[in-house]
C-alpha cells in the first residue's frame, strides 16, 4: 500500500508525496516549492519521480531546484516549455507505470482550468485515487483560466464517472471558502452544513480537510451539480433568467458567481 502524505507549500498548496513504507525512493506531484519538499525527506530518501498535472508555477516552480539535488529524478507531465525537460510526455488515455512504487497510473486530460491540465488515476490497495490539480476541487473547481465553461463541465462530467469511493487529491487548501460558496447555492442541503461542521474541526487544529472522496463531492459540491434539474433551476433563479440553460451554461453561471463570490 503505498503511502501519501500532503506537504504544505506557500499559503494553501499541498505536495503530495507518495512512497512505500520502508522503501528510500518517493515521488512527488505538483512541487511549486522545492524547500518543503526537500525539508521533508528522511535520511536516505530519495525522490525518484516528479508528476507535474500542469504549468502553473505553484505548481512547477519547485522542479529545477529539486532536480539539481537529484539529477536521476524523472519528470512526468503534460507537454510544456517551463525551463526544465518532461522526460515522459503524457496524453490522454495513456497509462504510465511508476517503477518506484509499483503502480500505474491512467492519464486523463481534464482542460478547464487550464489546457494542457491531467490527471492521474490509480488503484491503491484497492482504494482508487484521483490526482486532479487544480480542475476539481473539495466543494469547488479551479478558476477557468485558459477553457471553455463547455470544455471544464466536460472534465468535471468525466471525473463523476469514477468510482464513488474515490479518495480525490487536489492541491489546495480551499475547502473551506468553497463550502461557504456551496452553502450559499444550496442552502438546505444537509450534507454541506455537516460537512463545514468537519471541516471546521480539522481546520482548527491545522489538519488537512484533503483527500475528499467522490461520494462526499457529488453531494456538497455545486459544480458537479451542473447537469441537475434541481440546480438549473436554483441558478436561473438567483441570475434571473427565464431561458433554458445547458448544462455547461449551468456551470459557466456557477463559475461566474464563485468568481464575485
Not at 96 to 114: R, Y
Not at 196 to 217: F, H, M, Y
Amino acid at each position: 500500500m503505498i503511502q501519501i502524505t500532503p506537504i504544505k507549500a506557500f499559503s494553501d498548496n499541498y505536495i503530495w508525496q507518495l512512497c512505500q513504507p520502508g522503501h528510500t525512493h518517493c515521488v512527488v506531484i505538483d512541487p511549486g516549492q522545492s524547500e518543503p519538499v526537500l525539508s521533508s525527506l528522511l535520511p536516505g530518501q530519495v525522490i525518484s519521480e516528479i508528476l507535474i498535472t500542469h504549468h502553473h508555477y505553484d505548481h512547477t516552480d519547485g522542479v529545477k531546484a529539486i532536480l539539481e539535488k537529484f539529477p536521476s529524478c524523472k519528470v512526468y507531465g503534460p507537454k510544456m516549455d517551463k525551463g526544465f525537460s518532461i522526460d515522459v510526455i503524457l496524453k490522454d488515455g495513456e497509462q504510465v507505470f511508476i517503477d518506484s512504487l509499483n503502480l500505474s497510473f491512467q492519464i486523463k486530460a481534464i482542460p478547464g482550468h487550464t489546457l494542457d491540465h491531467i490527471s492521474y488515476y490509480a488503484i491503491n490497495a484497492n482504494q482508487p485515487v484521483l490526482f486532479c490539480g487544480d480542475t476539481l476541487f473539495s466543494a469547488g473547481c479551479g478558476r477557468m483560466f485558459e477553457g471553455t465553461e463547455a470544455l471544464f463541465w466536460s472534465s468535471l462530467k468525466m471525473l463523476k464517472q469514477y468510482p464513488e469511493n474515490t479518495q480525490v487529491y487536489c492541491t489546495h487548501e480551499y475547502t473551506q471558502a468553497n463550502l461557504k460558496f456551496a452553502n450559499f447555492i444550496e442552502p438546505n442541503n444537509v450534507a454541506i452544513a455537516e460537512h463545514i461542521k468537519a471541516v471546521d474541526v480539522l481546520r482548527k487544529s491545522d489538519t488537512p480537510s484533503l483527500p475528499s472522496n467522490l461520494k462526499t463531492e457529488l453531494a456538497i459540491n455545486p459544480f458537479l451539480k451542473s447537469d441537475l434539474a434541481s440546480m438549473k433551476k436554483r441558478i436561473a433563479e438567483i441570475v434571473n433568467t427565464e431561458s433554458d440553460i445547458t448544462d455547461s451554461q449551468c456551470f459557466g453561471f456557477l463559475r461566474k458567481l464563485k468568481d464575485n463570490f
